[in-house]
């Protein structure tokens, strides 16, 4: 918050000045008409009128890099911003963000196991799938062996094929994520489908799906048809 006597012309230059910093990620100017527009949005009434004048300061709201979201990190910078010149006060809420990055830590050590679990179901289901249609086949396998066929001729089908089915799965999954982010974009969870939208963070997981789903299901296959090609043909049955 800005002392009431800070100069207007000083406002870009100490804009800059804060996103020119190392631990900032945005720097927001608000002024005095603005701040009293929010809040009587918020409270639903014109305190302005009914106080004779806006009491409430011009500010600067900054967004910090994920970096320093620390408590630790943040009393130092505290400490930096309210030594500026023009600053009257710097305000945030100390035992609420630890509180908020307490909770986002263990979210995320929650949503790993989740995520490993499922991916461990995802990968058996498909091997299972995989392993069936091979072993419906086992007979052609055991018959392009007896005409000479090399095991490189006879896995080279089922692998495109494997392929051809995971990209097509992997291509599914990321519409129907698609469709839930821009479902979600106006509802409860709309903060953070707009963080995933706008820091572009949905590219590299639709990449980690398409190169999961391909490369599970090449492995799979692989392997599978392998298992085939070295059985004996009393084995078959």
Known sequence: MLDDDFPENEVIKSKKLLQGKRFTQEVIFVSKNEAAAEHMETLGEDFVEFLGENPLPASFRVHLQPNYTEPDSLDWIVAQLQSNIGVRE??????????????????????????????????????????????????????????????????????????????????????????????????????????????????????????????????STHFAVSKFIRLRQDQLY
């Open 90 to 219: 710097v305000v945030y809420q100390p035992d609420l963000f630890a509180s908020v990055v307490s909770n986002i830590s263990k979210v995320t050590i929650g949503l790993a196991i989740l995520m490993a679990f499922l991916l461990f179901i995802s990968v058996a289901l498909i091997n299972n799938t995989i392993r069936l249609a091979v072993f419906s086949k086992r007979f052609i396998i055991k018959s392009m062996q007896l005409v000479g066929a090399t095991a490189g001729f006879i896995r080279r089908p089922f692998i495109w094929t494997g392929i051809g089915i995971g990209l097509f799965s992997s291509i599914l999954a990321i519409g129907i994520i698609s469709g839930l982010l821009y479902v979600s974009r106006d509802g409860e969870l709309s903060s953070i489908t707009q963080i995933i939208v706008e820091k572009n963070y949905y590219i590299p997981m639709f990449g980690l799906i398409l190169v999961m789903g391909v490369l599970i299901s090449w492995v």
